[in-house]
């Protein structure tokens, strides 16, 4: 088995620098753009199956990957991205004026962070784990993973077995970076992380 795990397309209010967590923005040119590009770099691709969240940003990205293939597009809401509460719709750089003890422990320190009103990591772990137990039982060869920057990020440490305590030194990567994992009897492994190669 074969998972293709890859982030949504630039949205709008990636491009302003604001948070959108479970709110939602339109992909940018650029980000429908590159979604294109990706589509093109997997055209040979025979997906069994496309995961995607609810979140619109993902879908479409998917639909753009599958192009006018019938592959069929599974929407799983633990695939969605982090919740952020209150912040968000907010900019980056007043989130980290206003609440910048909080927001250093979300980039630094994340099982120290509270949210206000959103989600923690470990909640957003739970539900990330439920989310890729879910995509393996599928037993499919070949599946495509539309999610978002921290979903993948926390996906990403599960299958790496690495800590809550550690996670930031993960990153986030940019839209519709490409992972890849091949998936054995025991055992996930990355063959590419984070590989932008089709937007050079």
């Not at 982090?82 to 994340?110: L, R, S, V």
């Not at 599946?143 to 305590?165: D, F, P, Q, W, Y």
Request: charged share 30%; with cysteine; hydrophobic share 35%.
């Amino acid at each position: 088995m074969k998972l293709y795990i890859t982030r949504h397309g630039q949205t709008e209010w990636n491009l302003a620098g604001k948070l959108q967590g479970w709110k939602n923005s339109p992909l940018t040119e650029e980000g429908i753009g590159n979604a294109h590009k990706l589509a093109n770099r997997l055209k040979n691709i025979d997906f069994d199956l496309i995961y995607t969240s609810h979140q619109k940003r993902a879908i479409d990205t998917a639909k753009i990957i599958r192009g006018d293939r019938d592959t069929e597009i599974i929407r799983l809401d633990e695939l969605k991205e982090i919740g952020f509460g209150a912040w968000e719709g907010m900019k980056i750089d007043i989130i980290n004026e206003k609440y910048a003890e909080q927001y250093d422990k979300y980039m630094n320190q994340p099982h120290l962070y509270e949210p206000i009103d959103g989600e923690s990591f470990q909640e957003v772990f739970e539900r990330v784990d439920k989310a890729l137990k879910k995509i393996l039982s599928s037993k499919k060869d070949k599946v495509l993973i539309v999610a978002h920057g921290v979903t993948i990020k926390i996906m990403t440490a599960i299958i790496k077995n690495i800590s809550l305590e550690d996670l930031s030194i993960i990153p986030i990567y940019p839209g519709t970076s490409l992972n890849l994992c091949e998936v054995g009897e025991d055992r996930i492994e990355f063959i590419l992380e984070g590989d932008n190669s089709h937007l050079i």
